[in-house]
């Protein structure tokens, strides 16, 4: 079955390298805390507003510094640790990473009293509070949760590329590491607009429990590369050298698409949240319904989809969906699926908690403005 599945090279480690495997991400885990609350940070105010306060929540940020020193311990394996064994360990830190977050979960969500009469199964998965912050607010675990698997979906997918090297040497998959790269980019992106992820959908609206201590870690960080765990086993399709760089180009170009649609809506929002009245880029005027104390926007890219950003992200995944050159692999198709899946449900659900915040006249009023969900003129 696990040979039927094309997965067999990620059994081979030894019983002691299988513990070692399991046991990883909670070294991981213990070291970014460290990293994040020692290293400097700039602390900036968020979107959430304190509800001791009445003021804006404060966050330090320091992502890119804690990302920057983990590639590099990582590529010069300073640590000992071969630099493609977080790949061959993918499996058993999977394992052992759902184990730990599960406990966390457990420990961060059962502190807090249930005010809404939920079951425990339920209030375990969604959790109870949408902030927990430690140290006098100098770690926030959302930001900690994303510099975790912010930094291990880079280093994983760049552990698998490295796999696919050592393996099949002068006949590897450039696709592999062109995921890779993808991937890393992602990431680097992220870190460098850290500040913008403040005024996101997890941040603002998720509430600290097993979803979002899984999701944010071991989804963001481990799972977001599952189909390298495919596809690494794979050496160069064999196509042409000019075929081969069609293929690289264009799934780069595709790539790209997606990051200024992603990239562009955000920084937009962002914009619009911090200095209501400023035009995006000097260029696009804000436009916006007036519902209560609160602002829709609904001008630039917000008024060509009520979730646009998700199609960027669609496009993102496409691109490394199609980068390996194995069209019929299922598993280069997973992580397209999966994003197809989660935005599909998160802008329905994301539609329900906006009639609520805005109230349901004001956001029927924006959704005759803004018809079309995701994709504009089909969805």
């Known amino acids: 079955m696990i040979d039927w599945l094309g997965i067999g090279h990620l059994f081979e480690l030894s019983a002691a390298e299988a513990v070692a495997g399991f046991f990883t991400p909670l070294a991981i885990f213990a070291v970014f805390f460290v990293a994040h609350v020692v290293l400097p940070a700039i602390r900036v105010p968020g979107y959430v507003i304190n509800p001791e306060t009445g003021e804006p929540r404060n966050y330090r940020l320091n ?39 599960l406990i966390f979960s457990v420990f961060a969500v059962f502190r807090h009293p249930e005010h809404q009469g939920r079951n425990w199964f339920l209030a375990l998965w969604d959790g109870r509070v949408r902030e927990i912050s430690l140290f006098n607010e100098r770690i926030d675990l959302k930001m900690w949760f994303y510099v975790v698997g912010g930094t291990m979906l880079s280093l994983n997918a760049l552990s698998g590329a490295w796999y696919n090297y050592e393996r099949f040497g002068d006949d590897f998959n450039p696709g592999v590491w062109m995921y890779a790269i993808f991937m890393t980019i992602y990431v680097v992106d992220y870190f460098i607009f850290e500040r913008v992820q403040l005024y996101t959908y997890d941040v603002i609206h998720e509430n600290l429990g ?17 189909p390298l765990w495919g596809m690494a086993a794979h050496p160069h399709p064999g196509w042409s050298p000019l075929w081969t760089n069609v293929l690289l180009i264009g799934t780069a170009v595709m790539y790209l698409t997606g990051w200024v649609i992603s990239r562009g809506t955000n920084m937009q929002k962002y914009v619009f949240k911090r200095w209501p009245d400023r035009k995006f880029l000097g260029l696009i005027e804000p436009k916006f319904i007036q519902a209560g104390d609160r602002k829709i926007l609904y001008s630039g890219m917000w008024g060509l989809a009520r979730h646009l950003n998700y199609l960027g992200e669609g496009f993102y995944s496409l691109a490394g969906a199609l980068v390996f050159g194995y069209f019929l692999n299922p598993w280069a198709w997973i992580y397209f699926i999966y994003v197809l899946a989660l935005f599909t449900w998160r802008q329905r659900d994301d539609d329900r908690l906006c009639a609520e915040k805005y109230g349901p006249e004001k956001w029927a009023e924006y959704q005759q403005k803004v018809k079309y969900r995701i994709i504009p003129g089909i969805y």
């Open 63 to 101: 992502g890119i510094l804690v990302y920057v020193i983990a590639l590099v311990v990582w590529w010069f394996e300073l640590t000992g640790m071969p630099r493609e064994w977080f790949y061959k360990s993918s499996l058993y830190a999977v394992v052992g990473g759902t184990v730990f977050t």
């Open 210 to 226: 097993f979803k979002m201590f899984w999701g944010g870690i071991m989804v963001f960080g481990w799972l977001f590369i599952i």
